[in-house]
T-cell receptor, first 114, second 112 residues
């Protein structure tokens, strides 16, 4: 009964490779997000989708491409991985139109680029 | 732009109260939140406060908001070793498409 799930939990890959991280939420929310947490634990938003439409796109390199096949899924594809992409990536979801815009987070994907 | 600052580290003894502080710059913040992150885990939403409130209490947690000074605090009563974690404050301006801006995080260490 996991609310926001991500796969894989750990991802180790070499520079130059292409990889994807998947996210699914079963909360019935209409908005999903990707955040990046660096080695100093600083969290910053990357993307946000509302009803499958991109609404937030922070200054993220074009190598990062989110894809939302439906409201319950938001995947992150990364091309030509670089050492600086090593971080923990968190997916989150919320219901934008009601309540206090609370965002619920997945367990994170630790990406290590060697 | 938005900026949210927290002190990096706090150490308290088990049974004492912990107070974690946060300052923010966006005067248009609508909601402010506290999240907890345990080692190797995701972020757990602890509580939130609407910007027109001064205080919110939820069991051992008390949130105080001073909107004039743009200062937010989280008080944890009777701190337990299980409270050891990193605590993040975050703010949202609902006019900016529900983008959460996080603070730098405060690592709480609870000692016996």
């Amino acid at each position: 009964d996991t609310a926001v799930s991500q796969t894989p939990k750990y991802l180790v890959t070499q520079m130059g490779n292409d990889k994807s991280i998947k996210c699914e939420q079963n909360l019935g929310h209409d908005t999903m997000y990707w955040y990046k947490q660096d080695s100093k634990k600083f969290l910053k938003i990357m993307f946000s989708y509302n009803n499958k439409e991109l609404i937030i796109n922070e200054t993220v390199p074009n190598r990062f491409s989110p894809k939302s096949p439906d409201k319950a899924h938001l995947n992150l594809h990364i091309n030509s991985l670089e050492l600086g992409d090593s971080a923990v990536y968190f997916c989150a979801s919320s219901q934008a139109s009601t309540g206090a815009y609370e965002q619920y987070f997945g367990p994170g994907t630790r990406l290590t680029v060697t | 732009g938005e900026d949210v600052e927290q002190s990096l580290f706090l150490s308290v003894r088990e049974g004492d109260s912990s107070v974690i502080n946060c300052t923010y710059t966006d005067s248009s913040s609508t909601y402010l939140y506290w999240y907890k992150q345990e080692p190797g885990a995701g972020l757990q939403l602890l509580t939130y406060i609407f910007s027109n409130m001064d205080m919110k209490q939820d069991q051992r947690l008390t949130v105080l908001l001073n909107k004039k000074d743009k200062h937010l605090s989280l008080r944890i009563a009777d701190t337990q070793t299980g409270d050891s974690a990193i605590y993040f404050c975050a703010e949202i301006n609902t006019g900016t498409a529900s983008k959460l801006t996080f603070g730098t995080g405060t690592r709480l260490q609870v000692t016996l």
